[in-house]
């Protein structure tokens, strides 16, 4: 099993938002491989990189909302935001990732589209990382006030949140980049190069053909500049254990996927 570094160490600068400093605990690494009981002995089960993941990921819950900025409680664990155009499949694939219906659902809500939505992640009740839902962005028709005033509140975001350890643009493969996807990526090609996380999500893709998915996933690797590019159904349950893994890797920079075992008591 990994160790813990200083960087997964969860304590939360701050009192916002009325949010607990923790202790960590080492966290469980995957595959190792199963081992056989020894005389009615407890046997030891290998837990792949995914389920550990997706573990990980389904422990989310909703934390806090903030209607601006400058009102995010500042945490000193990762942080990891999901942007994207409306309707690209962002809430659908939040919470096919966190294994639960409603979690994303909660940024839908009237009065809240608008809002930064904080997820707490963490086992056994101890916060280690943060899911944040930044508010989607419209179509290729907003007004050019609009558009400027997201730029900057994006550019603020990327600039202030100390914490933020990567980024996953949610696209639909479909419609391609708008401009504020083309926006954000030349405000995060310098980040990262910076060493700051980045993944695409080529959403929806079992509304694509083969052939499709394969021009889809080379175009989106080229805008990527540095960044990785995973498709994803939410649907035909494609990508999710890639993103899952991915995810849980940023967040726990320190730990090498390489080795947990869950304890299983011997059959009576
Ligand atoms: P958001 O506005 O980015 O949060 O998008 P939603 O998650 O609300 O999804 C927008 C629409 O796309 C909804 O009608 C979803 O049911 C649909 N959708 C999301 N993910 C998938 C997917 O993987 N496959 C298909 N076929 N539809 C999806």
Redesign the pocket.
Known sequence: MGTASPTGTPSLCGTGGGINRTMMKPHPTPNAPAQRPVGGAPALKAKSASDVALGWLHTARFLTTAPQLHFLPDLDIPEIAFV?????????????LTQQKQL??A??KPGRTQHINLFSLGKQGVMDAVLTDLP?YGYAAVPRQEKVRWQQVMANYLVTRKNLRGIVL?C?PRLGLTELDEILLDLLRPRVQDGLKFLVVL?????LTRSEATKALSIAQLQAGGGEVRL?????R?GIDEVATLLWAWAHPSIHATATVEVVPPAA
């Not at 994803?232 to 035909?236: E, I, L, N, Q, W």
């Open positions: 994207g155009r409306s309707n690209a499949g962002k809430s659908t694939c939040i919470n096919t994303a659902f940024s839908k989607g949610m639909d959403t929806k893709a079992d509304k994803f159904s939410a649907t035909k494609t």
